[in-house]
């Protein structure tokens, strides 16, 4: 195994974990946390980001081309942030508006990426 997929598995690992400790994630930032909405957001901005990284790292071969590198990491940072906050949805419950627009905007950036991986960016 390679050090750039170990490396992307400790870092997913450590995303799952503040993925299911969103109040410890807020007390480490002094955020508010009392609302379904809020604990989304951490487990989103903060875990989903990293799984999103963790999951580059595993996928990434190469930098290079640079428009496929960073398409890629657009595209698995949101599929990270997405699935952080399907999980806040179904353990936090009571999305807003806003969360079912981050969500649809999520879901939107990643298919428009791997379409762009998968015919023009191709390698």
Same mark, same amino acid.
């Given at each position: 195994?390679?050090?750039?997929? +170990?490396?992307?598995i400790?870092?997913?690992? =450590?995303?799952? =974990?503040?993925?299911?400790?969103p109040v410890m #994630?807020a007390d480490?930032?002094?955020k508010?946390? @009392? %609302?379904?909405? &809020?604990?989304?957001?951490l487990? +989103?901005?903060?875990?989903?980001t990293l799984?999103? #990284?963790?999951?580059f $790292?595993? /996928?990434c071969? %190469?930098? &290079?081309?640079?428009?496929?590198?960073?398409?890629g990491l657009?595209?698995?940072a949101?599929?990270?942030?997405?699935?952080?906050?399907l999980?806040? =949805?179904a353990?936090?419950? @009571?999305p @807003? %508006?806003r969360? /079912?627009?981050?969500? %649809? +905007?999520? $879901?939107?950036?990643?298919? !428009?990426?791997a !379409? +762009?991986?998968?015919t023009?960016?191709r &390698?």
């Amino acid at each position: 195994m390679s050090i750039r997929i +170990a490396a992307g598995i400790c870092i997913v690992a =450590f995303a799952a =974990f503040l993925i299911a400790q969103p109040v410890m #994630v807020a007390d480490w930032l002094g955020k508010p946390h @009392d %609302t379904g909405p &809020r604990l989304i957001n951490l487990r +989103a901005s903060w875990g989903g980001t990293l799984l999103g #990284v963790g999951a580059f $790292a595993i /996928w990434c071969r %190469t930098l &290079r081309p640079w428009p496929r590198t960073l398409v890629g990491l657009l595209g698995w940072a949101m599929a990270g942030i997405g699935l952080a906050r399907l999980v806040g =949805f179904a353990i936090d419950g @009571d999305p @807003d %508006t806003r969360q /079912w627009i981050w969500i %649809t +905007a999520e $879901a939107a950036i990643v298919v !428009a990426c791997a !379409a +762009a991986l998968r015919t023009k960016l191709r &390698r």
